[in-house]
């Protein structure tokens, strides 16, 4: 969305609803999250997407926006090796500001045409809009850069109807999140996919300082009596409001500026 310049540049204003484009020009928080996930080959894919990553990608883009930017590296995911890149806007026409302003920079744009030229750096890519919700925390930078990079879960419920998505959204803004944190639970953002797959979901990542972290943080969640019970109330008020649950292991690059 933000790399594909040609495609994005000529058909993004088209795409604006302009109720949505108004509304999220209301608030200068982060309103919306841009997701693109580069599935990759192994071989020379890899080492090509992060030397064009580290080296031009995010140096040229905190020339050109300052909110939230994440570059991940899939440990475990349906598509091995992939490279996850998540950008934080204010608004929607702030990502064809941002696209436009990367390329209008003489030396990205002749970089880019250099990494897509010869072999391809990639097998493909896929792109999501994803929504905050109302309450999605703000990503705040740390003072300090944590020692290592962390691992990051990234999760998605889809839920059959509208309904009962919103009924999981109510479950997470009322008891979820309480819960979440008392466990060690606490997810960077909270959204849901305005263009994307698996419509209508709840979608959110969390960090861990490792993989034992994770695990002792999702058992302590599973066996909390609080849990319990807002399950089964939910289940008995709702139903089943999540039919699929997809999720993703992936580690933060030591070049991401939320690593």
């Not at 200068?28 to 894919?45: A, M, S, V």
């Not at 990639?122 to 705040?140: C, F, H, R, W």
């Amino acid at each position: 969305m933000i790399l594909d310049r040609r495609r994005f540049l000529e058909g993004a204003p088209a795409l604006v609803p302009g109720g949505m484009m108004a509304a999220a020009e209301e608030s200068r928080k982060t309103r919306f999250y841009i997701l693109e996930q580069f599935y990759l080959e192994n071989g020379t894919q890899p080492g090509r997407i992060h030397e064009f990553f580290s080296k031009t990608l995010m140096p040229s883009l905190e020339r050109v926006h300052k909110g939230p930017r994440i570059v991940m590296e899939a440990l475990i995911a349906p598509h091995m090796p992939q490279v996850a890149v998540i950008l934080g806007i204010e608004s929607l026409d702030q990502i064809y500001g941002v696209s436009k302003a990367l390329f209008s920079d003489r030396d990205f744009s002749k970089a880019f045409d250099q990494w897509e030229a010869g072999e391809a750096p990639y097998v493909s890519v896929s792109a999501a809009l994803l929504e905050a919700t109302p309450y999605s925390p703000e990503i705040v930078m740390p003072a300090k850069a944590p020692e290592k990079p962390r691992i990051f879960e990234l999760r998605s419920y889809h839920s059959p109807t509208a309904r009962q998505a919103k009924a999981l959204h109510e479950r997470f803004a009322g008891p979820e999140i309480k819960i979440f944190h008392r466990v060690g639970v606490h997810p960077l953002f909270y959204s849901s996919t305005v263009f994307g797959e698996n419509r209508p979901n709840l979608t959110y990542l969390i960090p861990f300082d490792s993989l034992a972290a994770r695990e002792k943080a999702w058992a302590a969640f599973g066996a909390d009596a609080e849990w319990v019970k807002v399950r089964k109330e939910s289940i008995d008020r709702s139903g089943q409001i999540s039919s699929v649950i997809q999720m993703s292991l992936w580690r933060a690059m030591a070049y991401s500026p939320v690593r």
